[in-house]
């Protein structure tokens, strides 16, 4: 079979080198598109791809129809939004994602922005500490549970809501399960999102949910700009001069949010949360030997699109 990694921004050489002896010593052949500058370049390398490793990169209905020895593409990483199931669905190709290999990542850089918070933005005054604050996790997936692992460390109080996972497996962590998301906003100093970004959390952030946080509440989204209401969120910034909001995933409005709340307002200035040695190189290696895996033996464990 023939593999095309597909990166608009790469992966650090020595995991491309992995990626590559775990293609190659399963006797499949390898390409590497990288830093491409057009979607025509994606285009052209997917013609004769039988399966496409990649990023953050698009592949739509235009790409697969580019490509029709196309059998998977995998997300080397946790979010696959940025590739359309249904069309995938409809020719037949499977969609993969490597989750929790950046989970730890990620969780760091949303525990270190708490922190950020908690110091007035290292702005040279005094601040307030993590400690017997309250932390909600929003989503209790892989990134929510290794925030859950280190709050705890920081001696914080967890809470959580998860309408997925069952609360039995919250609570044995150590974290308390809570049974809505408004009753985790009333409860919650801070709020970490760990959303996905569907149909159904799109703009869910809204101002009904923020109008339920207490005073001096802090906002922390490491998972995607779509699952807030943007407009919300700068009323709310402007009527809650107590409220901060920190962010991995620049919102449309950072402009704005910048100019008017810079004391109460951080935007990373690109997504940074997985941006790690460690999780490049762990991402990158799953989705390899889930690609080898899957033309070995046809295991689809990590499918996420409909059959
Ligand atoms: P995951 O799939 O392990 O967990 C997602 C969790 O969300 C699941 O437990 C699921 O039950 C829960 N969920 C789904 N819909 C929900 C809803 N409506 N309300 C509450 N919970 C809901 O994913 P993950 O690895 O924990 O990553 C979470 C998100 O973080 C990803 O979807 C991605 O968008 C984002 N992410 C961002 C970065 C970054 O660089 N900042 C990196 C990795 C992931």
Redesign the pocket.
């Known amino acids: 079979m023939k593999i095309l990694l597909a990166t608009e921004k790469p992966f650090a050489a020595p995991a491309v080198q992995e990626i590559k002896k775990i293609a190659t010593d399963a006797g499949h052949a390898f390409v590497v598109l990288d830093k491409y500058t057009d979607k025509a370049q994606l285009i052209e390398a997917a013609k004769e791809a039988d399966g496409i490793i990649i990023r953050s990169d698009i592949i739509d209905e235009e790409v697969m129809a580019a490509a029709p020895r196309l059998k998977i593409v995998i997300r080397a ?5 940025n590739v359309d199931l249904d069309a995938a669905t409809r020719r037949g190709i499977c969609v993969m ?1 490597t ?2 290999q ?2 730890n ?2 969780a760091e ?1 949303a525990l270190s922005l708490m922190v950020f918070a908690a110091r007035n933005f290292f702005d040279g005054t005094s601040g307030t500490e993590l400690k017997d604050k309250s932390l909600g996790i ?8 290794n925030v859950a692992r280190i709050a705890k460390g920081f001696g914080m109080k967890v809470f959580a ?5 069952p609360a039995e497996v919250i609570a044995k962590d150590g974290v308390i399960p809570v049974a809505s ?1 408004e009753q985790l906003y009333e409860t919650c100093h801070y709020v970490s ?6 149909a ?2 799109r703009n ?1 952030i809204n101002r009904a949910l923020l109008d339920r946080l207490p005073a001096k509440a802090t906002l922390i989204n ?3 700009k779509e699952v807030i209401d943007e407009a919300d969120l700068e009323q709310f910034m402007a009527d809650r001069q107590d409220f901060k909001y920190l962010t ?2 620049t919102p449309g409005n950072d402009a704005a949010l910048k100019e008017k709340f810079p004391k109460r307002y951080f935007a990373t200035p690109k ?5 790690t040695a460690e ?1 490049n190189i762990n991402a990158g290696l799953a989705a390899a030997r889930q690609m080898v895996s899957f033309f070995e033996s046809g295991d689809e464990k990590y499918r996420v699109n409909a059959k």
Do not use: W
Request: charged share 15%.
């Open positions: 990483g946790a979010g696959y939004d994602n989750p929790g950046n989970a990542a990620v850089l929003h989503a209790y997936g892989n990134v929510g549970r809501f998860d309408p997925f996972c998301a999102l760990h959303i996905p970004a569907t159904e959390t869910s490491t998972a995607r991995d995933i997504k940074m949360g997985a941006q999780a």
